[in-house]
């Protein structure tokens, strides 16, 4: 399996260690951020309740809400509750817990693969090709070489390729002509991924909540390191509809719809580069700001 150095410590993160029947225990990377990312949170609970459900069972839908900021310099430890194995569907609770508390909770529904009616009214995007686009890490060093926190930011090594359709929030925060409510990104995984759909599924998660602040921020002209801004996700909703790879591309249409009172809403779909929507995404953010 070719893997970028990158994602081979993301996978390496995903390998959650047994500690007892149903209870996982996680690490974070090495560098030392003020909190963890939600992205990671989420995709090592799904792993945690992938490891206790049948693997004839795919996951289809998941809920989850972001409690307390995590501690990267302390292991996060999983619990998962087996609220139901019934005939289609299995159900796990998992919560995340550090410093004797819940820092995060998700329930997560798995079912058996059936036949069924099948229709689709939404329609991807007519959109650049992704091999058009540069990386948005050289879109940001291209644009933005006189700015440091930007360049900090592009210097940060991801393990997973994502290319702007859409305005960056730096973009839009220098110019108020490209502020919108819409975010839209090319992303996958550079490697060659084992087929375990399950892998997929959790790569996705993760990859899903890199942007969806954005999107709200976008509208604004607000961008990070920029303002006296304070963003967090709060809970964060997937729906999976089809099988997919992560490391083929897959588009992500993103939009605003609101914001207020220090929140936002942020919806998306994934689509495959066929045109298949097989991923819709839902999330609330926490958007703090001096300057508005």
Known sequence: MRVNQALKELLDLLDLEPIELDIFRGRSPAERHQRVFGGQVAAQALVAAGRTVPGDRLVHSLHAYF????????????????IRDGRSFTTRRITAIQ????IFTM?????????????QAAQMPD???????PPSQQRMRELFGDDPVVQAAAAVPRPVDTRYVTPLTWEA???PELRGSRTRVWFRYDAELPDDPLLH???AAYASDYTLVDTVLLAHGLAWGTTDIMGASLDHAMWFHGPFRADDWLLYDQ???????????????MFTPAGDLVVSVVQECLIRTKNV
Do not use: C, K
């Open 201 to 203: 599924v959790v790569l």
């Open 99 to 102: 410093h004797g508390r819940a």
């Open 127 to 133: 959109v650049p090709a992704p091999e058009t686009l």
């Open 255 to 269: 939009e605003s719809p609101w914001s207020g009172g220090a929140r936002g809403i942020a919806r998306g779909q």
């Open 107 to 119: 329930s997560a529904s798995f079912h058996v693969s059936e036949q069924g009616v099948h229709h």
């Open 67 to 82: 409690l307390r900021p995590g501690d990267p310099t302390v292991p996060i430890v999983y619990n998962v509750d087996r």
């Open 173 to 175: 925060h220098r110019d």
